[in-house]
């Protein structure tokens, strides 16, 4: 059992930035991150495979977002710039122990996070 701890979460002013970290309790193949924001579904953000050789972004974090990952720590991380209000949500870390592709389908992920709330202010 995979146990996710996601960190990094809090209050910023548009414009700002935060960087979220996602440790793993062993080691995963892609991992990914997903975010919910209040009454929306959840939609996929970025994802990662394990060697870094492949990453996905959503088009609405596109040259804003970038994911990485410390495989000697078991630990993936998003860098989040240019923060804008819309970016609002708790962000869920998630990982695949089956998958390694950087999938943008929540089903390809088999281990959740507890999410990190993040909020963008004006």
Same mark, same amino acid.
Request: glycine share 8%; charged share 15%; with cysteine.
């Given at each position: ?11 910023? *002013? +548009?414009? %700002?930035?935060? @960087?979220?970290?996602? #440790? =793993?309790?062993? !080691?995963?193949? /892609?991992?990914?991150?997903?975010? *919910? +924001?209040? %009454?929306?579904? @959840?939609?996929?953000? #970025? =994802?990662?495979? !394990?060697?870094? /050789? ?69």
């Amino acid at each position: 059992q995979v146990q996710l701890v996601e960190s990094g979460g809090g209050l910023v *002013q +548009a414009g %700002g930035s935060l @960087r979220l970290s996602c #440790a =793993a309790s062993e !080691r995963t193949f /892609t991992v990914a991150w997903f975010r *919910q +924001a209040p %009454g929306k579904e @959840r939609e996929f953000v #970025a =994802a990662i495979t !394990r060697a870094a /050789t492949n990453t996905n972004y959503a088009d609405s974090v596109k040259g804003r977002f970038t994911i990485s990952r410390d495989n000697a720590k078991n630990t993936v991380y998003l860098q989040m710039d240019n923060l804008k209000p819309e970016d609002t949500a708790v962000y869920y870390c998630a990982a695949s122990t089956g998958y390694s592709s950087a999938s943008v389908y929540s089903w390809a992920y088999n281990y959740w996070g507890q999410g990190t709330q993040v909020t963008v202010s004006t």
